[in-house]
């Protein structure tokens, strides 16, 4: 069993940045394949940005240059640094980690960001 427990959310005004962190539970998380999604009102969740345990980083188009997905095995953790917000990118945000050969996955129970003036 993986727990996973977001923070960092929070309101910011346009332009501004955030950085959500995710921290893992369980000695095994440096295998396992790391993402975040959002979901905004009245909308499906999407896919954000995704860190395998190897391999490159992937971005959804609408945040690619602006945000920057990263994780440090040592601290069971993964960050998102979101620069330039806009509006749009108002959501919930969710930590997802999902075991190597993606049978087992495991969501946090989101963190919200509010981009605001």
């Known amino acids: 069993q993986v727990q996973l427990v977001e923070s960092g959310g929070g309101l910011v005004q346009p332009g501004g940045s955030l950085r959500l962190s995710c921290a893992a539970s369980?000695?095994?998380?440096?295998?396992?394949?790391m993402g975040w999604y959002r979901q905004a009102p009245g909308k499906q969740r999407e896919l954000v940005a995704i860190v395998p345990s190897a391999g490159t980083t992937n971005y959804a188009d609408s945040v690619k240059g602006r945000f920057t997905i990263s994780r440090d095995n040592a601290k069971n953790t993964v960050y998102l640094q979101m620069n330039s917000l806009k509006p749009e990118d108002t959501a919930t945000y969710y930590c997802h980690g999902a075991s190597p050969s993606m049978s087992l996955n495991y969501w946090g129970k989101g963190t919200l960001v509010t981009v605001s003036s």
């Open positions: 369980g000695s095994i998380f440096s295998i396992y394949h």
